[in-house]
């Protein structure tokens, strides 16, 4: 990727890893509205410079980065659109991108470990 080009954005450095984001956000849905409404890849590129000036100016860290994940969304969809469950799995998976090299079989441990209902998709 060129960063001279016009259209770059923090989305696309590979550090922000934005487009795992984006297929997290698409694979998990939290939001129940319209394609149109949802603009998932607009949030994800707003998390993305979110993290980058993070990067630049402190450290990032799991609290900080669930903190962003709120912020992706208003406060009205995360209060009365998205299941507290879905948004519990989207902070983790999102962590899990950032924090930890795992298998697939590994994240279904750690959830099992953390309380989380038993996922057989593994299996």
Known sequence: MNM?????????LP???GPE????????DPLPLPDSERRYQERAERFCEAL???RITGEVHEAY????IDR???AAEVIDEIKPEVLAELKFQICALYFKKKSP???AQDRL????PEDHSLN
């Open 72 to 74: 992706i969304f208003t």
């Open 21 to 28: 984001l984006l297929s997290l956000l698409e694979a998990i």
């Open 4 to 12: 001279d080009d016009d259209n770059a954005t923090c989305f696309d």
């Open 65 to 68: 980065v669930n903190a962003a």
């Open 105 to 107: 079989r590994d994240y």
């Open 113 to 116: 470990e953390n309380g989380a």
């Open 15 to 17: 550090c922000t890893r």
């Open 52 to 54: 980058m000036w993070r």
